[in-house]
């Protein structure tokens, strides 16, 4: 089997986006006059919180979301919040939009969310400056607003929120808001790392180890991704599989590269469910075991993935771990096809030229082969010519007008959302059979 059928990348924390900011317990004012017992403490807060004082109604709140002193009770913390807010308090403004972003306590209403971060973003306060930009990138009851976004983001930033920094530094890697800055995107994840954010650590190695805004340097990137991964980083874990499988940085060590997919893919990574499939299927690390490749094959597929969408059909098609079904395989080779995935629309297209798992179809075989030649899939050419020679009139025009329809339907002209990179489509492959 080709090792480039699989795609595998080293993971940056960029399409994950960062979930707004939890509320957190405001410190109090005077640490060292802090009451010992939490129960005491707030009990002196609730008495002034209900004299009337604003900061204490804010830090009941807190008390109540985080259990402190008192039993966690998310009503009443929601009850405080909004009188603390109401009377102009930044950090309870935020802790409303909080409720409101996640629908907690209160029904979710991004609007009020948004009014809420709002009002605290004014006033500078870097965590709901945050949570705004995060509603602008995402397009959270409003329409998406990168620049927006990446302004907001520079201003909790610019106040040291690590959160911020890393976000702003995600939109630097990718020009999301602003112009592309892969060194602009080093700092900031650096800065952040050094204040212990964990996607920071995992970006900041990714890049150490890609080389990209800095040179490349596998003993720092090692050390930035075990600190993300100690912090429960589920994408440091797969990158650290990644190091140990092909010995960058480290000895090769591919069973314990089986271990840290292992870790990763049982929390829903999808890369790495491929990955570990991959090692089944080969035996690498592990016992070669079929059963085992196609049930986390199955996992990513399911997931939207469409390299493993299309070998869990390949899967299928052979007999390989499951019981061979050409529907199946045409189902799953049908999912990755419609993301313009080229090897399985070549795989779907032999499908339709054999009358395999679907009805025999020269139009829709001479549709899917063109599809993926155009998605760079250029071995198709030899298969579409020959089976152009025996297709009639008839057959060709269906074909093509099948092809433009289905161009048409997917806004995508071009064809380039997703180009095979060369000798990546060798195994995983149907047998075409003109």
Known sequence: MNRQSWIYAFVLLAAIPLKAQDAQPAAPENPGNAVANPSVQFAELLRQAESGDPHAQCRVGNAYHTGVGVAKNEAEAERWWLQAAQRGIAEAQNSMGYLYESGMVVPKDYGEAMRWFSSAAEQKLPKAQYNLAHMYEHGEGLPLDYARAADLYGQAAAQGLARARTSLGVAYQFGNGVPRNVTEAFKLFQLA????????????????????????????????????????????????GQMYEYGKGVHRDPVKAAGLYRVAAEQGLAVAQLELAYLYKTGKGVRQDDFEAAKWLLRAAEQGHPTAQNALGHMYYQGAGVRRDYRQAADWFRRAAEQNWAQAQFNLGVLYQTGLGVPLNYGEAYKWFTLAIQGGYADGRRVLEALTQIMTKPQLRDGKASISDWVSHHNNPALAAQKAEPGEQHSYMATARP
């Open 193 to 240: 790392a050094e204040q212990g954010e964990p996607s920071a650590q995992q970006n900041l190695g990714a890049m150490y180890f890609q080389g990209n805004g800095t040179k490349r340097n596998y003993a720092e990137a090692l050390k930035w991704i075990r600190q993300a991964a100690s912090q429960g980083i589920v994408e440091a874990s797969y990158s650290l």
